[in-house]
């Protein structure tokens, strides 16, 4: 079975600009959630899907949103990038919503803002 | 807000020694902590835990959760050069998580 997919790599964005990442769960599994992880830093938890409703939402401005469709797979946008969005996007799969389920981590899209 | 806070920041050990890393924490529902091992870019899942004193173990790797003093710890023992990686702690509440900034373990020959 395949793991946790996300598109694209690597991106690199100017100021100001808008930006979407892409995220396809694990089979079977209905919850996607989104981390952001800077450099030296552990993940930080933006959002979290199941079954196409939000179950949770971190410390992030209105400028980040999500949706997740109905096959499961979920898009992260975020609007007017400042240089501070440069990061790694991480997104992960669980069966379920919550955090008592094993997530599943994809590779991450290294986003790079000018 | 929120907090967990994991010690020592970074690690180096030679191979075969045990090492022990610390995870503390404040947050409200707690519901779960979680452990994950970062070698490049996506952490690994090794141990959930929900309860008091209960050791998991997998392998070389074991962690407990003591919920009245707010901390779990990792232990590896007998190190190898495999285990050099950023050591991740979770701490799952309601309706979000928070992560630690990570040990950094690198294990030498």
């Known amino acids: 079975d395949a793991g946790v997919t996300q598109s694209p790599t690597h991106l690199i964005k100017t100021r100001g600009q808008h930006v979407t990442l892409r995220c396809s769960p694990i089979?079977?599994?209905?919850?996607v959630s989104w981390y952001q992880q800077v450099l030296g830093q552990g993940p930080q938890f933006i959002f979290q899907y199941y079954e196409k409703e939000e179950r949770g939402r971190g410390n992030f401005p209105d400028r980040f949103s999500a949706r997740q469709f109905p096959n499961y797979s979920s898009e992260l946008n975020v609007n007017a990038l400042l240089l501070g969005d440069s990061a790694l996007y991480l997104c992960?799969?669980?069966?379920?919503?919550?955090?008592?389920?094993?997530?599943?981590f994809g590779p991450g899209t290294r986003l790079t803002v000018l | 807000e929120d907090k967990v806070v994991q010690s020592p920041l970074s690690l180096v050990v030679h191979e075969g020694d045990t090492v022990t890393l610390n995870c503390s924490y404040e947050v409200t529902n707690f519901r779960s902590l979680l452990w994950y091992k970062q070698e490049k870019k996506a952490p690994t899942f090794l141990f959930m835990l929900t309860s008091s004193g209960i050791e998991k173990k997998s392998g070389r790797l074991s962690s407990i959760l003591d919920k009245k003093e707010l901390f779990s710890i990792l232990n590896i023992t007998a190190t190898q050069t495999g285990d050099s990686a950023v050591y991740l702690c979770?701490?799952?509440?309601?309706?979000?998580?928070?992560f630690g900034t990570g040990t950094k373990l690198q294990v030498i020959p």
């Open positions: 992960a799969s669980s069966l379920r919503a919550g955090w008592t389920d094993t997530q599943y």
């Open positions: 089979s079977g599994h209905k919850s």
């Open positions: 979770a701490v799952g509440g309601y309706q979000k998580v928070t």
